[in-house]
């Protein structure tokens, strides 16, 4: 076995990984992570829905295990978001999917749009996105609409999970087994790994989704 996963170069006498080997070595080095990530949020990750990641990402869920996880209470529920706006000002571009409407991101993020041009991709759900609608004064609709920075979709399927990523964090929150949203916990990484993890989660509902604006 160690002839298919290592070579000696017969000039140098150095060793060095085969093609397989090296295979072996990124294998071994995710299930390392992923070890590290569910000790460090095993409580997180016990206590969630999970079903709203593909197996794919869930193989690799060691990427987000430079993350902090920011819990709060019922009595302030405010706190987990407080870091997640401060991070979303300072955001260049803004990718998110979110299967439950949050009325102060949404006004943070038009704000976001109008005035420093950021590019923003959110997809919902068609109830959210319909109650969006409703809540919505028609002038600032047709605003949003005309933006070349703004691009909304919506998918038939509840995601089950809800996420933010940018240029410099992703937030993750995810759904208690009971089918509600869990407030009090958000899932916050700034490492490159954690983003680009982000990144492949919203292309997979992306290719799901329809876009509207």
Not at 14 to 32: D, E, W
Request: glycine content about 4%; overall charge negative; charged content about 25%.
């Amino acid at each position: 076995m160690n002839e298919m996963l290592i070579i000696q170069n017969p000039e140098t006498k150095k060793y060095a990984l085969t093609n397989t080997g090296y295979i072996v070595s990124i294998q071994v080095r995710n299930i390392i992570g992923a070890m590290e990530s569910i000790k460090k949020f095993e409580e997180f990750w016990l206590s969630h829905d999970l079903s709203g990641i593909p197996g794919g990402l869930l193989l690799r869920i060691g990427d987000l295990k430079d993350s902090e996880l920011h819990k709060t209470t019922p009595e302030y529920l405010r706190l987990p978001h407080e870091r997640y706006m401060e991070l979303i000002r300072t955001s260049r571009w803004i990718k998110g999917v979110s299967p439950i409407l949050f009325t102060d991101y949404s006004e943070e993020f038009l704000e976001l749009a109008f005035a420093r041009n950021v590019d923003i991709e959110i997809i919902t759900t068609r109830s959210v996105y319909d109650k969006l609608m409703e809540l919505s004064m028609p002038d600032a609709v047709k605003k949003v609409k005309d933006l070349p920075n703004v691009r909304l979709y919506i998918t038939d399927n509840n995601p089950k999970v809800a996420f933010t990523v940018t240029d410099n964090f992703l937030s993750l929150g995810l759904f208690l087994p009971n089918g509600t949203y869990d407030m009090m916990s958000d899932l916050i990484s700034t490492s490159k790994s954690a983003r680009e993890w982000g990144i492949e989660l919203f292309d997979y509902y992306k290719r799901r989704a329809e876009r509207v604006i």
